[in-house]
Nanobody, 126 residues
Framework: VQLQASGGGLVQAGGSLRLSCAAS????????MGWFRQTPGKEREFVAA????????YYSDSVKGRFTISRDNAENMAYLQMNNLKPEDTAVYYC????????????????????WGQGTQVTVSS
């Protein structure tokens, strides 16, 4: 599966952005999807994940209550709605796909994800 992330930009603190991740291929609904972010000199950080059927979602503590992950399997799309953005949310955001397998586990560590988009920059000014 190939992934293309988009929707990043510059926003003031308290503002909102919606990131999109377009996936190619016919098996999108067999993958759990995740969003990660990275700043220079730091490891890639888990942000949110969603199960293959959208039935389960997971968030890091730092974004819980502000970000919402969703997906549209008919359109091969995943989304990250980001509200009440803070300067510390500034990073390059990546979408990623992980084969769902038996569907029982949704991974939150980057090394478990097999496919990655190119990243989209989000900058939040104070």
């Amino acid at each position: 599966v190939q992934l293309q992330a988009s929707g990043g930009g510059l926003v003031q603190a308290g503002g909102s952005l919606r990131l999109s991740c377009a996936a190619s291929g016919r098996t999108f609904n067999m993958y759990n999807m995740g969003w990660f972010r990275q700043t220079p000199g730091k490891e890639r950080e888990f942000v949110a994940a969603i199960s293959w059927n959208g039935g389960s979602t997971y968030y890091s503590d730092s974004v819980k209550g502000r970000f919402t992950i969703s997906r549209d399997n008919a359109e091969n799309m995943a989304y990250l709605q980001m509200n009440n953005l803070k300067p510390e949310d500034t990073a390059v955001y990546y979408c990623a796909a992980d084969w769902a397998g038996d569907g029982l586990v949704v991974e939150t560590t980057s090394r478990q994800y097999d496919y990655w988009g190119q990243g989209t920059q989000v900058t939040v000014s104070s």
